[in-house]
């Protein structure tokens, strides 16, 4: 069972930035950050596999940066530009199965975080 716990939201201005931080509490092969709006379903944002593969979704493409510290057993999103419609609950998910990208749906994923809050003033 591996446990994760997300730090790092937070509430900022539009343009702003924000770095979301992901601990796990052992091996993981793929993480995801996934966000949720009041009212719409849960969705993909990034994900990386253990080598560093990475693959995004369209609305982040060039603002948000995942990446991952495997000797920390830490993933990151680091989001900039921020926009009033980045506003969510952003939660982390971990699979350790082959396979590892944006569009796997929630239910591909073994082990989720908490979640933590973002919210974007314009």
């Known amino acids: 069972q591996v446990q994760l716990v997300e730090s790092g939201g937070g509430s900022v201005q539009a343009g702003g930035s924000l770095r979301l931080s992901c601990a796990a509490s052992g091996y993981t092969y793929c993480m995801g950050w996934f966000r949720q709006a009041p009212g719409k379903e849960r969705e ?3 994900s990386i596999d253990y080598y560093g593969s990475t693959s995004y979704a369209d ?8 990446s991952r510290d ?3 057993s ?3 999103l680091q989001m900039n530009s921020l926009k009033s419609e980045d506003t969510a609950m952003y939660s ?3 699979r350790n199965a082959r396979g590892c990208a944006v569009n796997l749906p929630t239910s591909a994923y073994n082990y989720w975080g908490q979640g933590t809050q973002v919210t974007v003033s314009s």
């Open 59 to 66: 609305s982040v493409k060039g603002r948000f940066t995942i």
């Open 44 to 46: 993909g944002v990034a």
């Open 74 to 76: 830490t993933l990151y």
């Open 92 to 94: 982390c998910a971990a």
């Open 70 to 72: 495997n000797a920390k």
